[in-house]
């Protein structure tokens, strides 16, 4: 994957992160271990963090569920899940092409679980569901 993309992605993570006018030490962090994963260093995250980079079309369907997941991963680290951050989440699936009953979905099923963390196994079916 080339850095532009990369970077991208990163900064989606920060976008979400910042929906709620405050990004606590475990977003900060998971942002930051995410990015690691994709070969992006802690000076580049934080470059992203003061000028992040816009948004890049995600073309196969598994990289659109994974970004997806990434986001929700994200938006419940902090076991607070705000308005604006469910806002930014549904705005970014739209844009990402996934259907709305999948996001309704999501967002439905994630609070079924004490750390609203969606097995990915239940993920997967939720979007085969609407997708098959």
């Given at each position: 994957m080339e850095n532009d993309t990369k970077h991208a992605l990163i900064s989606d993570l920060i976008f979400l992160a910042r929906a709620d006018d405050k990004i606590t030490d475990a977003e900060y962090d998971f942002i930051q271990r995410l990015a690691k994963r994709m070969g992006?260093?802690?000076a580049e995250v934080d470059a992203l963090f003061i000028n992040p980079k816009p948004s890049k079309p995600l073309f196969t369907e598994l990289e659109r569920i994974t970004h997806f997941y990434k986001?929700?991963?994200l938006?419940?680290?902090d076991l607070e899940t705000h308005e604006k951050e469910v806002i930014a989440?549904?705005?970014?699936g739209l844009r990402m092409g996934i259907r709305p009953g999948v996001i309704d979905q999501i967002l439905i099923r994630m609070d079924s679980y004490?750390?609203?963390?969606i097995p990915s196994?239940?993920?997967i079916k939720i979007f085969q569901t609407y997708y098959n």
């Open positions: 992006v260093s802690e986001l929700v991963l938006m419940n680290v989440i549904r705005n970014f004490d750390d609203k963390i196994e239940e993920l």
